[in-house]
Each structure stands twice: as structure tokens, then as C-alpha cells.
């Protein structure tokens, strides 16, 4: 590196030299440190890696358990990953418009980002819900929404990826009927609902209810599910949000491994046998920025998982064993400096996500940390990965790291920290008593503020923010969403209410008010509910009128 | 982390950081009210999904000399205002209010337009946002004694 060509502007001080910057390291470029090398989650690294560091025993190849190095034989030889950019702003008719932009250029997926209203349970017309419709997301309140979000596509053929927690199985009644009034049968329909409602208490924070009562609608949604829509993955186990929350690649695999198993332990405890309904589980990691741990971290995933289903759950279909993932890059790796690097940084992070051997990815827009991405911002995401997939000649070979020294080694040590941390919490008395006492967000907020303390004092290099960077950089073009998007909505559901056959409305919520005080099945509820054109908000309300409401206590983080 | 005051102040200033809205995004309104905390700040944090009238009242009953708001999801041309507006109505117009969140650049004008004291957004320095701070909070406090 030519030190001297490079602008080294830092956010303190200015113009230093690199390799003599604030932090004083002049170890070498590759450090993250001025002390030791380490991934980013603190993992010290060997100067160098050989054959003495590969683990003991067999290393299977991939397809076979405990599917380290993949869950197919081919990996992508069979089939590419799905290409499934998470998208949704506006009313359904704008973001029906841009899955079909997607869709016409090339994506195989689709998956659909709701605004907050709708992640918590309420409609568009309600106070609450004022200013913050179909701002991060779209509104969907009512199956005329779910029926112009979808309009011209084909259920049967495209498979759905719906991010959605606490309402899930509310939303799924609304696609499962909005399919059956078009003729499609349930068992042709393929996709997803996140459905995970305990990295909501970590992390993400949209939630309906206590966490009692949502495991209760997770367990009901698992069985009804399994009945009915056989190809529909009922939970998508979730550490991206508490990566991006802050963790380290260590939590986000242990917190998220732990959830999948109190996921799997809720339903036996509902009754469920384990070969029912774990083959639908599915997960959802970040592909951040360290290259190796990442994907050290899919591969320790898939072979703790396999383990603990088959040997501490005594799972005997092998599609229990395999932890299939839907992978996302690194929205909190983005940078509001220089945009255009982050089409650089996604690109690696996608590359991590293939070679870690994802089922599927969502690659960011470089214009994330502004607003909602532009339409050419999103184009490119999905562009960086037909690159990957037809020019770069990756996909040719499944799991091609396999059997590589610090690879290995690597994954041997993520499997062994994340095992460590999965035990503290069964000590704690397993995931909702570590909820309750907020073991969890205590810990991400404490990997997070010691990141940031890295950031702000240079010793982790953000290119762009404490080094490299450039003054007066030219502001690009972002989407933005106009007060009309609300107004247009909110009119467009009171018509929809106003339509409707009140009588029915009125005996279907109460439908959904028995089924909460007693023990039939709440997913069949909501679905009769939204045939006789009952509305999220109000199936909602009832179940918070009967379930109760949740709210974290906000300062405990302090005392931590 | 250069945010430590270079000359000590006698009187700590008190300021409310504020989850706006139902946007659960609190990464950096924890990290933001940390290190206010950490330079020496008495550090009110309301938690999550708090209304504009939650936190006026808040703020008023805190006595603070500081109203911070975080927002990533975009409401903030609703909800800032709002806000605004309750705190003039409760005679508390001179506690500065700063935002920090995903907020386009045209927005940022327009909130400062109607009295917001400063936008932060991503790519602000911790030490850039605990400066104005403290000189917003300490000039609210010296206006007001």
C-alpha cells in the first residue's frame, strides 16, 4: 500500500498518515487490532494454520449428517440458492409493482418487508399507527390488501417469504385464504413466515403479546401448518436482527440456535411429535463482515443443530437434522459515507453466505442507511448476485472450503463457544426465563456499545468513517414515501370495512376471542376470520384484550 | 473514545433519550445514551415505542435540559412535530430537542425549520453528538436559571 496516495481524514483529528493513525497501530494492515489478530468476535487467530490444527474424526461430505459442509450433495449444482430481495413500501399496489420489477429481472423469491403498524398488530387507521404507514414496509391490513399485494403473481410457482412476528399466523390466514379464493390449493403453496417471536424480545422488538401466549400461537400455528400447508416453513429462527442489534457472530449463532430449541421443546410440550414439524423450521443468519468467521459460523450451525435434533430430541427424519438458512448481508456493516463502497461490502458478504452454503440470500442496497432502497439501488443488489451466481464460478462446488486448516479450526471453535453459551442459558432455566431476566439484550447491547468503542477509537477499521475517508461528498438519490401513501391507504380500508357483512365480522372475532381463552387452534381461527373480511387490527385487538400486551423495562441496561 | 469533558462542569446536565414512535431499532439510542452517560450526563432512556405525549410528559416531569429523539422508521415528519407541539403547549418550548435516526437530508431542513436544534444521521461520531449536547443541554440550563 502506498501510504502516502491515500486520504487518511479522520473524523477527530485529519490528515494523518495511514499506519500512524489514531490508534497508534503499525502492527501491519491486517490487524484488527494494535494487540493481537482476531476475528471479529474476539477469536484469536494463529499466525498460521496446518494440518495439525484440522479436528479429529471424519468430516462428512456434504448431504451427509451432521452436514458441516451442506445439506444437498450437489449444493448448487442442483439448484441455486434463491435469489429473494426483502422489499415492501408503500400500499400493496406500489409494492406489487416492484416485486414484479424483480421478478422481471431475474429474482426467483420474493419477500415482503411490512411497515411497523402492520409488525404489531395494528391497521392502518388506527392513532397509533399515524405517520408510519408504509414507511419501512408495506401496510397490509385486510385481505384486499394481501390481494393487491400479490395481484398477477403466481402463489403456486413462486414461493413467499413474509417477515412478520407476532401477527404471523395472521398474515398467513390472509395468504391461505387469499389463495384459496384463487383456486390454488394450500399444498402447492411454498414459502414462509419469520413467525419468530423470541428474537423480538432480543432484538427486534416488534411484538403482540406476552411471551407466554405468543409461544402458544407459534405451537398452534406448527400443528395447523403441518396439517394443512405441508410446504410452508411455519418459523424462520432468526439471528440477523440480533447481529444487527450488535452481537458477535458467537451470539448471534448461540442466541438463535437456543430460540430453535425452545421452538422444538414448545411444541413436544404442545404434543407435537418432533418429525412433524421440525423439518419446516428454517433460519436466517447476517452475512457480515468477517469473511471466514461467517461462514465457520453456517457450517457450526448446520452441525449443532444436527446433533442436538437427532441425539437431545431424538429426531429420526433426517429433514429434521438439516438446518436450512435464508442469509442477508450486514445492514449494520452499511455506511452513510462513500454509498458506493457498500455495493463492495455486500459483495463479500454475499460471497461468505454462498460459501457458507445458504438456501437463499438477500443482498442489501448500497443506499440503506438513507431511506428505502431506489429502484436502480435495488436492481444492482440483485444484479451483485447473478454475478456470483453465473460469472464468478462458485457455485460449481459444493462446500469447496471444506477441509481447509483455519476453516475447520475455525468452526470447531464457533461450535464450541456457541455449545458453551446455549448450556448457560438451559442453566438459567432455558430461552423465556433468559427473556425475562433480558440475559440477552443485555449481552447484545454490551457487544454493541464495546463495537462501537472499537469504531469510534479506530482500532476497527469502517472505510470511510475513521479512515479513508473524503470530505464533501455529493448526496444521492433516495426514495422517499409521501404523506399521500397513508391517506390513500387509511381511505382504502375504511371502504373495505364499510363492505363488509358486519354480522359475520362480528361472530368471526368472536371466534377468535374463544378460540384465545380456550385451547382450540388459533391459526384456524384467524383463517375463518379472514374469509368473513375481519382486519389485522381487529383480530389483534382481540387477542390483546384477552392475552395481554407486552412492554420491556427500559433502563435495565444501565445497571448491566 | 475522546468524549470525556476537557474542563469538568459543576452542574450535570440531565437529558432524555427517546424511542419515538413503534420503530424497535434502540442499537444506537442505547449506545447514544451510554455515552452521555459515560461524559458525565444524567441519562433519562424512555424505552421503546414511546408517543409524542409519553415523552413530553416525560420530559416535563424529569425536569431534563435535553430532548433527544431516536427514529429509524421514517416517521419522523409526523411524529417530531407532534412532539414540538406538546412540549409549547406545556410551556416547555426551551428544552432543545435533537433527532437522530434515518432522516433524508430535505427533512432534516424541514424539522429544523420548525425548531428542532440538530439532526444527526448515520455516520455522526459519538464525540460530534455528546459536544452539541452538552451545549445545548448547558445553554437550555443557564436559559432557564
Known amino acids: 500500500m502506498d501510504v502516502k496516495t491515500v486520504p487518511n481524514v479522520t473524523p477527530g483529528g485529519g490528515g494523518e498518515a495511514a499506519g500512524s493513525g489514531a490508534s497508534g497501530r503499525a502492527a501491519g494492515p491486517a490487524g484488527r487490532g494494535n494487540v493481537s489478530f482476531q476475528t471479529l468476535s474476539g477469536i484469536p487467530l494463529k499466525a498460521c494454520y496446518t494440518a495439525e490444527d484440522l479436528p479429529e474424526g471424519p468430516l462428512p461430505p456434504p448431504g451427509e449428517y451432521p452436514f458441516t ?23 400493496a399496489r406500489q409494492t406489487n409493482e416492484r416485486f414484479r420489477f424483480l421478478l422481471a429481472h431475474g429474482e426467483s423469491g420474493l419477500s415482503v418487508a411490512f411497515d411497523l403498524p402492520t409488525l404489531m398488530g395494528h391497521d392502518s387507521d388506527a392513532p397509533v399507527a399515524s405517520g408510519e404507514v408504509g414507511r419501512c414496509g408495506v401496510a397490509v391490513s385486510s385481505l384486499e390488501d394481501m390481494q393487491a399485494l400479490f395481484e398477477g403473481i403466481p402463489l403456486d410457482r413462486v414461493s413467499t417469504s413474509m417477515t412478520i412476528n407476532g401477527p404471523a399466523a ?53 400443528r395447523y401448518a403441518a396439517e ?21 457472530a458467537v451470539q448471534e449463532l448461540a442466541f438463535t440456535l437456543a430460540d430453535g430449541f425452545a421452538y422444538v421443546e414448545a411444541g413436544m410440550a404442545a404434543g407435537l411429535k418432533v418429525d412433524d414439524f421440525a423439518p419446516r423450521l428454517s433460519f436466517f443468519f447476517n452475512a457480515h463482515n468477517d469473511f471466514f468467521e461467517e461462514i465457520a459460523k453456517y457450517r457450526a450451525a448446520r452441525r449443532l443443530w444436527a446433533r442436538t435434533l437427532r441425539e437431545k ?44 452454503g445458504c438456501q437463499s440470500l438477500h443482498t442489501n442496497s448500497m443506499d440503506e442507511t438513507l431511506a428505502l432502497p431506489s429502484e436502480s439501488a435495488a436492481r444492482l443488489a440483485l444484479r451483485t448476485q447473478q454475478i456470483l451466481a453465473w460469472e464468478s464460478g462458485v457455485p460449481q462446488i459444493p462446500d469447496p472450503l471444506g477441509g481447509c486448516y483455519f476453516l475447520e479450526a475455525l468452526t470447531d471453535r464457533m461450535e464450541a463457544e456457541a455449545s458453551a453459551l446455549v448450556r448457560r442459558i438451559e442453566e438459567m432455566g432455558g430461552m423465556l426465563e433468559a427473556v425475562r431476566r433480558g440475559f440477552v439484550r443485555r449481552e447484545i447491547a454490551r457487544s454493541a456499545a464495546e463495537e462501537q468503542r472499537r469504531i469510534e477509537s479506530g482500532e476497527q477499521v469502517a ?17 422517499s414515501i409521501g404523506p399521500e401513501v397513508e391517506e390513500e391507504q387509511v381511505a382504502r380500508l375504511r371502504s373495505f370495512k364499510a363492505r363488509r357483512d358486519a354480522g359475520r365480522v ?40 384477552v392475552l395481554g400486551t407486552y412492554h420491556q423495562e427500559a433502563e435495565s441496561f444501565f445497571r448491566a | ?68 429523539v431516536s427514529i429509524l422508521s421514517g416517521a419522523h415528519l409526523t411524529l417530531v412535530p407532534k412532539l414540538l407541539k406538546l412540549l409549547a403547549e406545556q410551556q416547555a418550548a426551551d428544552i432543545p430537542v435533537v433527532v437522530g435516526g434515518i432522516i433524508p437530508r430535505s427533512d432534516s431542513q424541514a424539522m429544523e425549520k420548525l425548531g428542532v436544534a440538530r439532526v444527526f444521521t448515520p455516520g455522526a461520531s459519538l464525540s460530534e453528538i455528546t459536544a452539541a449536547v452538552r451545549e445545548l443541554a448547558s445553554k437550555a440550563r443557564a436559559a432557564a436559571s
Open chain 1, 69 to 91: 459442509r451442506g445439506v444437498h450433495a450437489t449444493m448448487y449444482r442442483g439448484r441455486l440458492w434463491t435469489m429473494r430481495q426483502f422489499s415492501g413500501f408503500g400500499t
Open chain 1, 313 to 356: 430430541y431424538g429426531a429420526a427424519d433426517p429433514r429434521s437434522w438439516k438446518l436450512r438458512f435464508h442469509a442477508q448481508t450486514a445492514g449494520c456493516t452499511l455506511t452513510a459515507q462513500q454509498p458506493a463502497n457498500n455495493v463492495v461490502r455486500v459483495a463479500y458478504q454475499a460471497l461468505a453466505a454462498v460459501l457458507g
Open chain 1, 170 to 222: 395472521i398474515l398467513l390466514a390472509f395468504y391461505l385464504v387469499m389463495a384459496e379464493e384463487r383456486g390454488i390449493p394450500w399444498q402447492a403453496l411454498r414459502g414462509t413466515i419469520q413467525n419468530d417471536i423470541l428474537k423480538e424480545y432480543h432484538a427486534q422488538h416488534t411484538w403482540l403479546l406476552p411471551p407466554e401466549p405468543s409461544m402458544r400461537v407459534i405451537t398452534d400455528t406448527l
Open chain 1, 506 to 545: 362480528r361472530e368471526a372475532l368472536a371466534g377468535v376471542e374463544n378460540a384465545a381463552r380456550g385451547t382450540s387452534n388459533l391459526l384456524e381461527a384467524f383463517v375463518h376470520a379472514a374469509r368473513h373480511r375481519a382486519t389485522l387490527g381487529e383480530i389483534c385487538d382481540r387477542l390483546r384484550s
Open chain 1, 228 to 248: 394443512q400447508v405441508p410446504q410452508w416453513n411455519t418459523i424462520s429462527i432468526s439471528g440477523y436482527h440480533i447481529r444487527e442489534a450488535g452481537s458477535t
Open chain 2, 1 to 68: 473514545m475522546n468524549t470525556e469533558p476537557s474542563v469538568p462542569t459543576p452542574i450535570p446536565r440531565r437529558v432524555l433519550i427517546a424511542k419515538i414512535g413503534l420503530d424497535g431499532h434502540d442499537r444506537g439510542a442505547k449506545i447514544i445514551a451510554a455515552a452521555l452517560r459515560d461524559a458525565g450526563m444524567e441519562v433519562v432512556y424512555t424505552g421503546l415505542h414511546q408517543t409524542p405525549e409519553m415523552i413530553a410528559a416525560t420530559a416535563v416531569q424529569e425536569d431534563v435540559d435535553l430532548v433527544g
Open chain 1, 463 to 479: 472505510v470511510g468513517v475513521n479512515r479513508f475517508t473524503e470530505p464533501d461528498e455529493k448526496p444521492v438519490e433516495i426514495l
